[in-house]
Nanobody, 124 residues
Framework: QVQLVESGGGLVQAGGSLRLSCVASGRTFSNYGMGWFRQAPGKEREFVAVISGSGDTYYADSVKGRFTISRDNAKNTVVYLQMNSLKPEDTAVYYC?????????????????WGQGTQVTVSS
């Protein structure tokens, strides 16, 4: 059974940091592209960052320079999102997702598997 399980969300003050984790299991994800998306109340889900199976990364302009995506394929695939200099507008539910294709993909409908999400709240 394929599972993507996120953790690490919480409440933080503006300027603070959080690190999200996503454990992917149930199949071999080492060659999958792994992405992070987020959805704020009343808004559409938006792309945050992606890392390809070969380690290429791509970020949304809104998080570039503040967020860092990385992955560890040692056992299960674990994907991290280090979030620094957090802003209130970063408040959202953050979702981990996996896609079979090559390269970096920023379009949600091209992803094959999704986690349940973890809440990140940044207070001003």
């Amino acid at each position: 059974q394929v599972q993507l399980v996120e953790s690490g969300g919480g409440l933080v003050q503006a300027g603070g940091s959080l690190r999200l984790s996503c454990v992917a299991s149930g199949r071999t994800f080492s060659n999958y592209g792994m992405g992070w998306f987020r959805q704020a109340p009343g808004k559409e889900r938006e792309f945050v960052a992606v890392i390809s199976g070969s380690g290429d990364t791509y970020y949304a302009d809104s998080v570039k320079g503040r967020f860092t995506i990385s992955r560890d394929n040692a056992k299960n695939t674990v994907v991290y999102l280090q979030m620094n200099s957090l802003k209130p507008e970063d408040t959202a539910v953050y979702y981990c997702a996996a896609h079979r294709g090559y390269g970096v993909v920023a379009i949600a409908r091209q992803y094959d598997y999704w986690g349940q999400g973890t809440q990140v709240t940044v207070s001003s």
